[in-house]
């Protein structure tokens, strides 16, 4: 921790930080749909053959879409996340790589739980890279307001409500874990939903910029 | 529609959204290349067998000059949408991101219609993606005009001109599917054709930025 | 050419048009490489096994070079133009997505190249698509002259510059086609000396932005 | 070095060099997953013969990691050599392409690594190109010190730091390729070690911006 007090003397420039992560989410988010092949038919003029198919990609379909999703929310909270910081610093930096390693990470589970979908690490995998992500980007909130880089919030509220509204994405991945063993249709479901929980930043401060 | 009231709330950095919508284009319209495959040849230094290996390949080379062309259009038009708009906010985020996951999709309809060019629900799947995804951009167009998020344009001209002009392109791609009963070369041509009406942004005011 | 009148008065953000092409310039430059495929051993801890392949993939390897200083030429003449230019418009935005077409194409020829070294075709379509994208740069310089969106350059300069200096590039690329038919490896060594007559931009109009 | 003379009267956007090579860095540490492919599986639902597979993945999981983080650490320095640099000119852009085609080149030796992970020749091509890519960044730092292209930087200490600081990069591969006599486990280690030195940029400098 002496070492993270050292790293806050250095400045970083935080719109190249934001480009490099806007880049890394843009191409995370095109990649995932190269998992969804196109797929070979015996006869290439049939169209019920090829509906059959299309049918059969369908768990691989769902995978991509809550990939996607997820992974917009993630930018959205990243987006939320450095517009409430005023500045980085070095210790900012190497939390959003960490944090960057697991969004990069995505496509595997996503493929993995789309080729398998009725095995269980495969579809927990998933859930489990989401959750960490997710904590290594309180972590970062935690970060910002805990080291006074804030820009107009007041550092106790947002601390509070890190805390409180943050704690919810582990919990309900902990549950998509849990309901696996009864079904394992359930963590698909919530792995569609959660994201909607966090279409809007935790954050309740009305602000002007 | 009384949480998309709450959405505007927030202030969205129109700056990072940009990017990472650019970024999301840039990768697509690259990543459609990766299809056209080296063909295998028997004969490594044949050049006629290279030659009519690449004739084989034309149907992907035209699918891809028509996602090419769709991309860019698409590109034209959301950058003519975020310019006319003076702010955004979360509600203009999540469109833009059901936007952009249409845009994702585009490699699997390009390679499915390159793959199987005389497979109508092929065909057609490229043809629905893209309607779609311009269906979605309308909408954003009109979010940005009803919710008063517009820079030195007129409202009530701009809502109408939405209405009237941007009705075309699902139109345009109904007539693709129609024809494809006739022949399944005629939704190529549409495809290739379409394009070139949207070259230019649909709202005439000159306005000096 | 009335119809590109029309496009004139359409201002263009510049820097939006600037991030797209960067994006797509700085994928196809990364891109390019995955055509390098691990290759396949019998003894998988054999020195002398992976090095004989590595040296099977030396063709690959060069062609990949060959193409990286190409699009990296190709970026720094991009950023000269758009340097050069003080405002774009739709006609400009439309010849830069027809450049964009051609360097987004350029993994194909890249790969073919690679795969059937000496198979005349395969060579030259590196040269064909490399020529073409270079006459549309020196298209857009042209237009960027002649339609007065120059800022702080003579016009009439930098038009006799087009034409004399980038006259350079197909024609060096039509020794590429002619020498093929005496040696193969004679156009690898034209593609990889080529990109160094444009190290530095054409105009020599020493501004200081 | 009377060319490199006159490269310095050219100006270069500052801004969209970074922007460019930010992509290429979102865009290489992205690809690096995409060689971590989904195991085939004999029985789709069964999770030992998943987990196995996954164990079996270990070695390219681990080449993985370490690749993202040399590539993090390199964009870390290349953000503080910019951020030192006032100004940069067509010298600089062409050392940062050389730099940036070692860059693009990592996925190739890092498949490799995690395909051969008992191979000599594949773990050192990997600690070969880092090595370089390190050595022209040693040598950008030198040229923007050499010709007087810093902001706010005494110019004796800079050059003085570079020797200094940054022989260490290479030292440490070289001891890579010593060990690797000893055991192939011994690289992997110092690979995954390494970067944690350059953490911190490696001018002391306190400097507000």
């Known amino acids: 921790m002496g070492m993270f007090k050292r790293f806050q003397l250095w400045k970083i420039n935080k719109h190249r930080t934001e480009a490099f992560s806007d880049g890394v989410f843009a191409i995370i988010v095109t990649l995932l749909v190269l998992e969804i092949k196109v797929p070979p038919l015996n006869d290439h003029t049939s169209s019920q053959e090829l509906l059959d198919a299309l049918v059969g990609l369908s768990p691989k379909i769902i995978s991509w879409v809550a990939s996607f999703f997820f992974i917009s929310v993630m930018w959205v909270q990243h987006h939320n996340l450095f517009r409430m910081s005023e500045k980085i610093d070095y210790g900012m930096v190497w939390l959003n790589d960490i944090f960057l390693l697991f969004i990069c990470f995505m496509p595997f589970p996503t493929a993995l739980m789309g080729e398998y979908p009725h095995n269980r690490p495969a579809v927990l995998l ?80 009305k602000e002007n910029l």
Chains 1, 2, 3, 4 share one sequence.
């Open 126 to 205: 998933f859930g489990l890279d989401v959750t960490i992500a997710s904590l290594v980007q309180v972590w970062m909130y935690y970060y910002v307001a805990k080291n006074y880089l804030l820009s107009h919030y007041d550092q106790k509220n947002v601390m509070r409500n890190v805390k409180r509204s943050f704690m919810l994405a582990p919990m309900l991945l902990i549950v998509a874990t849990a309901v696996s063993f009864v079904s394992l249709v359930l963590p698909y479901i919530i792995y569609l939903i959660v994201p909607f929980f966090f279409l809007l930043p935790f954050d309740e401060e």
